[in-house]
């Protein structure tokens, strides 16, 4: 009896060996398609093929009877990350579950060719849809948003929501995922007010490591960033630790921002000089103009001109041959040697303009002025204004 055991336990063996799964797979796929259905997506590590058979995906693995996978009729838990502050500051990874039939997500306009393998577990689809754009006011415009969906074998009833386009890490057979929050929740966390300071921009983001059975396993730094400011930095969870800290997060984002700010006000500022100047002319091109005089005072006295020179001095406006309603009056002077003129130009301005008080001189300025007179050498100005220094 035990010789007969012996015997048929190695024709068992024997025909095993002799069994070429890949052969089958490639039979039972060319076996769909002449039926008509659509492969999705095939394992040859794990032998098994899904197919769509109509509002359906279907499921053989060779071993055992086909069997639907998910199907249009398909009631499915679906779980959402979201993240979280405690009163005092301290960040934290929420889920949220919903009930949901995945014909309105991925069983309509084809939309199972979003189907895709990640790994021998792990199933990805897109759900994509369009809402009106509520900033439209002709209501014509649409919002199209792509949702990601994350499905494994080993968890048959639920789906994830997935925040970044889902991806497995082969070695550590895990995906990554993140959740995001405005940086406001947390100053409303620990302060009870949705501002702080200044902090009143810019999104924390956390990632963190999923495993086959929906499991988070591994929370990894935690993201700050304002696109307005291009303002980057990253944290620590123990920088969280207490509600101090968590204060202290907020006055060193604080700080970056306002650092931020003046840079690009000053960038700003650089800019518009630089415009300004291009627009403006110089003492060297309005002197070139009047060499013709009768042209020159045609086309600019009594006119409204933009000059950048460099101002040597300013002045009270009250002099005998100063001219009246005006508190100060700029100069700069032309060069002269034993009576000729050597370089330079000589210029005057009257201006009621506090703002040419507070410079420092000599200063490069743009100033936009009338021309009231005007030569070669010398030109004098009214009304004169401070545009950029």
Not at 46 to 54: G, L, P, S
Not at 183 to 190: C, D, E, M, R, T
Not at 230 to 236: E, Q, T
Not at 362 to 368: L, T
């Amino acid at each position: 009896m035990k010789k007969i055991n012996f015997i048929f336990l190695i024709l068992l063996l024997f025909q095993g060996c002799g069994r070429n799964v890949q052969k089958d797979l490639e039979n039972i796929i060319a076996d769909y398609q002449q039926q008509g259905k659509r492969i999705v997506m095939t394992s040859k590590e794990k032998h098994f093929v899904i197919y769509q058979n109509e509002n359906a995906l279907w499921i053989n693995n060779l071993d055992e009877p086909e069997r639907i996978l998910l199907s249009s009729d398909s009631i499915m838990t679906k779980i959402t990350f979201t993240m979280g502050f405690s009163k005092n500051g301290m960040p934290s990874i929420e889920q949220s579950y919903d009930q949901i039939k995945l014909e309105k997500y991925v069983f309509q306009d084809h939309m199972t060719s979003n189907f895709r393998l990640l790994d021998d577990n792990t199933i990805a689809f897109t759900h994509q849809y369009s809402e009106p754009n509520p900033w439209d006011p002709d209501g014509e415009d649409e919002i199209v948003w792509k949702d990601e969906y994350v499905y494994y074998l080993s968890k048959p009833d639920t789906v994830f929501f997935s925040r970044i386009s889902p991806k497995i890490d082969i070695l550590q057979n895990t995906r990554q995922d993140k959740v995001g929050l405005y940086v406001n929740y947390l100053a409303q966390a620990i302060d009870g007010s949705f501002s702080y300071g200044s902090v009143d921009g810019g999104i924390f983001e956390w990632n963190f490591d999923i495993n086959e059975y929906g499991q988070i396993v591994q929370t990894n730094e935690i993201e700050y960033h304002n696109e307005e400011t291009d303002v980057s930095m990253n944290f620590y969870l123990s920088d969280f630790s207490s509600k101090i800290q968590a204060q202290n997060v907020l006055t060193k984002i604080e700080k970056a921002l306002d650092i931020s700010f003046r840079k690009k006000i000053e960038e700003e500022r650089k800019e518009q000089i630089n415009s300004l100047i291009e627009e403006s002319l110089t003492l060297e091109e309005l002197s070139e103009i009047f060499a013709n005089p009768i042209k020159a005072k045609k086309e600019y006295i009594g006119k409204t001109i933009t000059i950048s020179c460099k101002l040597e001095a300013i002045k009270e406006a009250n002099g005998f041959f100063d001219k009246n309603g005006y508190k100060y009056k700029i100069c700069c002077f032309a060069l002269e040697a034993f009576g000729e003129w050597i370089d330079g130009y000589d210029l005057v301005g009257y201006t009621n303009d506090e703002n040419f008080v507070d410079l420092s001189y000599p200063k490069k300025v743009v100033v936009k002025a009338i021309l009231t007179s005007g030569t070669r050498r010398k030109f004098e100005f009214k009304d004169c204004e401070l545009l950029a220094w």
